[in-house]
């Protein structure tokens, strides 16, 4: 189906930070990078850590299109009871990976996403000036699937191969004391990451 494909093999990412063949529902809510990263955007010196998410829309359901509503600001407050308190948020993230492990980018990796909050790595706060954030379709204690794993791995391999990324966090970590995602149900042994790329979910 037109739209629907699961992208297959190794990912190229375009100079202006979108991956080449995988579809885009371009989020409004995200901005410039910090003026400390963006000067060094043309050489990527500062897009340095990978936080991992999870979402489901409504909670514990898949499949349907809520997620990119909520990141688009068209989510209908009066869908389901936890909605209008969602529907007044704005946040994005730089990908979302559904549970077939099709992958649909929503920010370019040149902007920020606002997908982590307040937080703070190694001592360094606003993660999402320095981040990219992925979303995984699924829930802390929901098994996520072979393919969302294989969608994975391609792009943490395009996006280390493009930019010196150190680390790869969960959300929890950054930010322990408000979130608990990627979730004990997310496996890091089969992530597969260059040498030298530190993992911590």
Same mark, same amino acid.
């Given at each position: 189906?037109?739209?629907?494909?699961?992208l297959?093999?190794?990912?190229?990412?375009t100079a202006?930070?979108?991956?080449?063949?995988?579809? /885009?529902?371009?989020?409004?809510?995200?901005?410039a990078?910090?003026?400390?990263?963006?000067?060094?955007?043309?050489?990527?010196?500062?897009?340095s850590?990978?936080v991992?998410?999870?979402?489901?829309?409504p909670?514990?359901y898949f499949?349907g299109?809520d997620i990119l509503?909520?990141f688009?600001n068209?989510?209908?407050?009066?869908?389901?009871?936890?909605?209008?308190?969602?529907a007044r948020?704005?946040?994005?993230?730089?990908f979302?990976i559904?549970?077939?492990?099709?992958?649909?980018?929503?920010v370019?990796?040149?902007?920020?996403?606002?997908?982590?909050?307040?937080?703070?790595?190694?001592?360094?706060?606003?993660?999402?000036?320095?981040?990219?954030?992925?979303?995984?379709?699924?829930?802390?204690r929901?098994?996520?699937?072979?393919?969302?794993?294989?969608s994975?791995? /391609?792009?943490?391999g395009?996006?280390?191969?493009?930019?010196?990324i150190?680390?790869?966090?969960g959300?929890?970590?950054?930010?322990?004391? /408000?979130?608990t995602?990627?979730?004990p149900a997310?496996?890091?042994?089969?992530?597969?990451?260059?040498?030298?790329?530190a993992?911590?979910?």
């Amino acid at each position: 189906m037109r739209g629907r494909r699961v992208l297959r093999g190794r990912l190229r990412l375009t100079a202006d930070g979108w991956v080449v063949g995988a579809p /885009r529902v371009p989020s409004p809510n995200a901005d410039a990078r910090p003026a400390d990263v963006s000067a060094h955007t043309q050489t990527n010196k500062d897009i340095s850590l990978i936080v991992l998410h999870n979402i489901s829309l409504p909670p514990g359901y898949f499949g349907g299109g809520d997620i990119l509503k909520l990141f688009t600001n068209t989510l209908n407050p009066g869908a389901y009871p936890q909605y209008p308190a969602l529907a007044r948020l704005k946040v994005s993230a730089h990908f979302v990976i559904r549970r077939n492990g099709r992958l649909i980018q929503c920010v370019s990796c040149r902007q920020r996403a606002w997908h982590a909050g307040v937080s703070q790595w190694q001592g360094r706060h606003r993660c999402n000036d320095f981040s990219v954030g992925i979303e995984l379709e699924g829930a802390d204690r929901t098994p996520y699937t072979a393919r969302q794993y294989r969608s994975l791995n /391609r792009l943490l391999g395009c996006l280390c191969c493009h930019y010196p990324i150190a680390a790869i966090t969960g959300h929890r970590v950054i930010a322990p004391d /408000r979130k608990t995602d990627p979730g004990p149900a997310f496996d890091p042994s089969r992530l597969q990451t260059p040498g030298g790329v530190a993992v911590k979910t």
